[in-house]
């Protein structure tokens, strides 16, 4: 279709009078040092809303502009022409422009932002920065290599694009990223808990426990396969829950899993914040898995591991002991539960508690038992990091009594 029209053009132009003038367009690809396109090839090119390498123009001929050169003065894509001898160009219409020349070279594409673009833009410009980029993906049903890239123009927008196969390999050096460098690697406990999706963190631990995988649907009815990850390190008495999602559950937690325990050293890449079970990480797109990393931060870990074996040895126990839950509740008292602490607490620890509620109103029966296992909790001091939630063992225990006992559990987030 396009050949044709420059066809029909090129005999037009032919039929009217005078000498032909040829515009030559210069074209080139910033930052080609290894002059995958020569000009030759761009030469070849024409991308629809813009002219032709080579413009074959008379004068009186008529042109119509590509782009909004000067919407101020009436010059707008669309805006039919007059061809004049310097490139003076005359408005077609009652309201001619006067007294003017412009001078058009090749149009440019109009520079824009991401959220201008609609799937029926065709030339533009957008300056963009490469906010992420994800490890080599692999195709689930057609075994394809891609990587997945986000793109934030300077208003914030972002825009997702893809490398296909041996694109990865050809735009390496062209898309670079600011976790390519090196990562930083933080202690757990100087990791802020926020909830902006647009953190990431690095981080190093010693794996403890590494849970089987499990299937969960979104709302859209998109299965994920989630695994969970715990970890800790000689800032924190409290271990690092890290989720890892999809193509991470795999191959590589499967290695993390067969070598937990003390002498174990990760670190974590680009992990994003989540509010699973408490505060806890969860991978990204560009996560990366390093197992015994390089580096003073990892050395340092790795001694203390070494001279704290107890220590981790002791975390991993309570761990295993959380996770697998026992076929019997054990039930504790409130004063045991007045002792419990951070060192000695872990996140997703469990207790029951046996209460006793006089005269229990059926409507308010939960919210008795939340006040009285809550002030239990105050009166201690305990840590505000220790929160409680509570749910009913059985409701038939109080009913049509003057004086219940059932039992609460509390949740340590």
Not at 150 to 175: P, S, W
Not at 194 to 221: A, S
């Amino acid at each position: 279709m396009n050949e044709d029209v420059d066809a029909i053009n090129m005999n037009l132009i032919g039929k009217f009078p005078g000498e032909p003038i040829v515009y030559k367009s210069f074209d080139m690809i910033l930052d080609d040092s290894c002059n995958m396109y020569p000009s030759e090839f761009l030469n070849t090119l024409s991308p629809a809303g813009m002219s032709p390498h080579e413009l074959i123009l008379k004068e009186n001929c008529p042109v119509i502009l590509l782009q909004n050169l000067a919407p101020a003065s009436g010059l707008c894509n669309g805006t039919r022409l007059i061809f004049a001898w310097c490139l003076e160009i005359i408005k077609i219409n009652d309201n001619q422009i006067e007294g003017k020349k412009p001078f058009i070279g090749r149009m440019k594409p109009e520079k824009t932002y991401l959220d201008k673009l609609t799937p029926t833009t065709k030339a533009y410009k957008v300056k963009v920065k490469l906010k992420e980029k994800s490890r080599t993906l692999i195709s689930p049903h057609k075994k394809t290599r891609y990587q997945q890239l986000i793109f934030e123009d300077e208003k914030g927008n972002t825009m997702r694009g893809a490398l296909f196969e041996n694109q990865i390999d050809e735009f390496e050096n062209v898309f670079k990223h600011e976790h390519d460098v090196p990562p930083a690697y933080i202690p757990i406990d100087a990791i802020p808990h926020t909830n902006d999706q647009d953190d990431r963190f690095d981080v190093l631990g010693i794996v403890l426990f590494v849970e089987d995988t499990h299937t969960i649907t979104t709302t859209y009815g998109v299965q994920h396969q989630v695994r969970e990850i715990i970890v800790t390190d000689h800032s924190s008495e409290q271990p690092l829950t890290i989720l890892a999602w999809d193509d991470l559950t795999g191959h590589e937690c499967e290695l993390l899993k067969s070598w937990a325990g003390p002498s174990l050293i990760v670190g974590f890449t680009s992990l994003k914040p989540s509010n699973h079970k408490g505060f806890s990480l969860s991978t990204s797109m560009a996560t990366m898995f390093n197992r015994n990393p390089p580096g003073e931060r990892a050395d340092a870990l790795r001694k203390w591991a070494a001279e704290k074996r107890e220590v981790v040895a002791d975390r991993l126990a309570r761990v295993v002991v959380v996770r697998n839950v026992p076929d019997h509740i054990a039930i504790l008292t409130l004063e045991e539960i007045k002792k419990k602490k951070p060192e000695n607490t872990l996140q997703e620890e469990k207790c029951w508690v046996r209460v006793i509620i006089p005269e229990p109103d059926r409507s308010r029966i939960v919210i008795l038992a939340v006040t009285t296992v809550a002030n239990a909790l105050n009166q201690n001091a305990v840590n505000p990091s220790l929160a409680s939630s509570v749910e009913k063992k059985s409701a038939s225990q109080y009913q049509g009594s003057h004086s219940s006992s059932m039992l609460v559990m509390i949740q340590m987030k």
